[in-house]
């Protein structure tokens, strides 16, 4: 009983490349959630998945920053030219029916190092 | 959007006394205030939620109170535990925008 699986769990960059962070949600999940943590700080909401679909991806920078769920496969977040700013913990949830109402389950997060 | 405030920031309590954790939120439309618990680099846990057709629910030695009218909830913990340290997360959701997190109370329990 596999619940949600990320990786890598910690992933270092030089400032300017890419950062790809996947996301496998609980089987059976069709609901993902993308939060990042930045130390001594709370949960914050960045976007809301279903497959091959963005619900809500309010709380995600305009630019450098994507994100998709397919049909087959995990989730990906992107982060493109990524800067000293972007240092955080990534975390991914998943739950079966919407989040907003019923638990999310996290994944055990990774901790992005930009150099 | 949904708001949500939490306090204290920090919480230090001595081994068995009770730990009460406050949070407050902006949405009239947030139904769902479930708390997090998230242990020193691990991933955050849900350790009880409550709907806003209750005013109250518990757990063991934990419980979850809700005011609707004054718009706030409150995590209590009763004769708190070393294994209890940890960062605790409120938060709301049920509107159209998900589920809303605190910034997090960090509870030391004093041996």
Redo the contacts between chains.
Sequence with gaps: NAGVMQNPRHLVRRRGQEARLRCSPVKGHSHVYWYRQLPEEGLKFMVYLQKENIIDESGMPKERFSAEFPKEGPSILRIQQVVRGDSAAYFCASSPNFGGNNEQFFGPGTRLTVL | ?ENVE?HPSTLSVQEGDSAVIKCTYSDSAS??F?W?KQELG?????II?I?SNVGEKKDQRIAVTLNKTAKHFSLHITETQPEDSAVY?CAG????????????THLIIQP
């Design positions: 959007g939490q139904n769902y479930p997090y691990k991933r955050p846990q849900l939620d709907r997360f959701g049920g509107g159209a925008d998900g589920l809303t997190f605190g910034k997090g």
